[in-house]
């Protein structure tokens, strides 16, 4: 049985090119730029939320875990779409999930997820979300 806990809304995409620089020695995407696809996707998923005055000035986010599920190599040249699905927000936080695609091939390259934690910018310490970002977290993507 699913529960609450189980869903999974589509929050953000964002399609970011491969750059000549991403790839290491090995001729393909290194596999730290995998999590800066998934970084700036977070990010620019966090700044479209949350309000222009609050974001980064009084609310934040970190990251408390992270993963990465490798499936096939990125090579240049290239754009990846990663897509960003949020599931349930707790008080502080709420799980992140990640899927990366190249052009319009419809098979994952990988997959991925992180928790996120909201935090006071002053106290630098978990702070409970505030209610206008929880109701869009909640929220499905249109």
Excluded at 3 to 21: F, N, S, Y
Excluded at 48 to 75: F, H, L
Aim: hydrophobic share 40%; aromatic share 10%.
């Amino acid at each position: 049985m699913r529960t609450m806990a189980d869903e999974r809304r589509l929050a953000h995409i964002e399609r970011i090119p491969v750059r000549w620089g991403d790839m290491d020695a090995m001729g393909h995407v290194n596999n730290t730029i995998y999590f800066r696809y998934m970084e700036q996707a977070r990010i620019s998923w966090f700044s479209a939320m949350v309000p222009e005055d609050e974001a980064w000035q009084s609310t934040g986010i970190v990251i408390a875990n992270a993963s990465c599920n490798y499936k096939r190599p990125i090579t240049y040249p290239g754009t990846v779409e990663v897509r960003l699905d949020v599931g349930a927000p707790g008080g502080s936080s709420v799980p992140t999930y990640y899927e990366l695609r190249v052009d319009a091939d419809p098979e994952p390259y990988a997959d991925g997820a992180a928790v996120v934690v909201f935090i006071g910018m002053k106290t630098q310490k978990p702070a409970r979300i505030p209610e206008s970002i929880r109701a869009r977290l909640l929220e499905a993507k249109t």
